[in-house]
């Protein structure tokens, strides 16, 4: 059985994000049971056993651990102890990695990613405090394409490349080719497939191909529209500028992938200022008539 959970399911800064006075997120705060608030987007898989594997390390992850009990250390282990077995990175992107950081505790950690994510993040100082006794981090390399094994779970992983650069902040290791800086992962265990793609900034007829063989795929559903930002806040970039199909209009997710006859669509990756938040509106429901769910804090996958 492939056990799958979003832990958070926000962009960069959550929602209500910590300097927004927009309507979403004021609604937000005035009205949470109309618009909940979410966490930064971090997802986890499981075995039976009560051993975890976290897709990436959002920046909010102690929160995220302390809402889920199964993420809890247990005093029959001892002290000091976690049910997290490993950590999966699929970009250098702080939103995805800050929470590294967070388990700095000479906990003994195995981080899967990319040469070239390694590299972005062993390169900031900060990240050696991962690394201040022996055996504190434990890396392994992953490639593009090429399937590996979570641990015992019986959980195969293969990564999907896709393109992208490196964030800003490690832009000093240059360009790189597709499946490096930026991938997807496919998650499969006993016969069911979900795909996890919550950063898109294209959709290749290869990724519709390993769409097209899943039970469930998340899907970037950072923005609306490609001028959101700038709608939003004066002089930002398009959507797809910063790597993020809109999910509406020509060219975008809903329309590129109209004809997928997959059993549970999911829209993840909300940014603050996207109108699907709000189930009242004509977006969200235009999305549910289309066959797709908005992904919440808590969602699971079942059978």
Known sequence: ????????????????????????????????????????????????????????????????IEANPELHPTNKLGRRNTPIQGIILTTADLDQTLGL??????QPLTVYSTALVRQALESNTYFAMLDRVPRQLTWIEIK???PF??????????????????????????????????????????GQRVAYTPSLPQITESLRSVYNTCQAILVDGTFWSDTELSNTHSGTPLARAIGHIPMSGEGSTLALLSDLNVPKKIFVHLNNTNPVLDPRSEQYRAVVDA?????????????
């Open 1 to 64: 059985m492939l056990n799958f959970r979003l832990l958070g399911t926000a962009a960069g800064g959550g929602i209500p994000q910590w300097n927004c006075a927009c309507e979403l997120c004021t609604l937000c705060r005035l009205e949470p049971r109309v618009i909940p608030p979410r966490f930064q987007l971090q997802a986890a898989v499981w075995d039976e056993q009560g051993d975890w594997f976290l897709l990436n390390a959002s920046p909010d992850l102690r929160f995220q």
């Open 101 to 106: 950081l967070l388990l700095r505790e000479f």
């Open 144 to 146: 593009a394409a090429v």
């Open 149 to 190: 094994p979570l641990g015992n779970t019986g959980i195969v992983c293969t990564p999907i490349p896709l393109s992208g650069e490196m964030p800003y902040y490690a832009r000093q290791l240059g360009p790189c080719e597709p499946g490096q800086a930026s991938l997807g992962l496919l998650l499969e265990a006993d």
């Open 291 to 303: 066959g797709w769910q908005i992904g919440y804090d808590g969602w699971q996958l079942t059978q």
